[in-house]
């Protein structure tokens, strides 16, 4: 039996492809001399968009001689857009995209190898040092690829799992520790799951199985030490073994132990 522990603090599900783990690209019209305005493809919501326009806007006052200027496009026509564009050989200079694009886009021989630049400007940089050094180790060693670094990140997910502090306390239960397994967790759920007012139906559940793959199909496969590709992501490993004793837990805490609802719809 597999004693795995929970990753509550975080799952960086970039390695197997199950976040949005957003990257900035360089194109290789950057390296113009004489180009001093830049098209930068902006990808997320509005929230996300005033963000990244307010990160323009730094830059351009930092420097005054280029203009970025932005280009978004709805998510739902994002990449088909942007391959479209680089098809064409019009693809914009700078991109947002997410980690489950990149190297099928490195691929077409349009991003800017970064790597020489980044270690230049580690060597050369103090501020530029800091900033990668701040990167966590597993986000740059997604990017890495083909002897090339053809992006840098700058955001991604967390899955974790949240816990109601006062039913914790009203069952007399301690709260979860950051090395706690996935049985001490089925303990805790089966403990929390109760039929309150006797009728023959459970009132409250210990635990909400959502079906959703990014909050909690990949993050149980992680837990159980599983994973959904290969480390060079040209083979499927779902149905390994880890991966569908994942698969089959997350089934088991609906159907089995009950301390679930099934998923909505």
Known sequence: MISKKIKVISYFIIISLCCLFLINIINFKVLAA???????????GQDEINAQKEIVKMFEEDNPDIKIRTTWVPPDNYYDKLKVRIASGNSPDLMRIVIEQYQDLA?????LDLKPYIEQDRKNNEDFSKQYEDYFNILIDALKYKDGIFGLPSDWNNAVIFYNKDLFDTAGIDYPKSDWTYKEFLDVAKKLTKDLNNDGRTDQYGYLVTGDWFDCIAPWIFTFDGNILNKDWTKSTINSANSTQAISFINDLVNKYQVSPPPAG
Do not use: C, H, Q, V
């Open 34 to 44: 004489d180009k001093k305005e830049l098209e930068f493809f902006l990808l997320g």
């Open 107 to 111: 691929d077409k021989g349009t991003f």
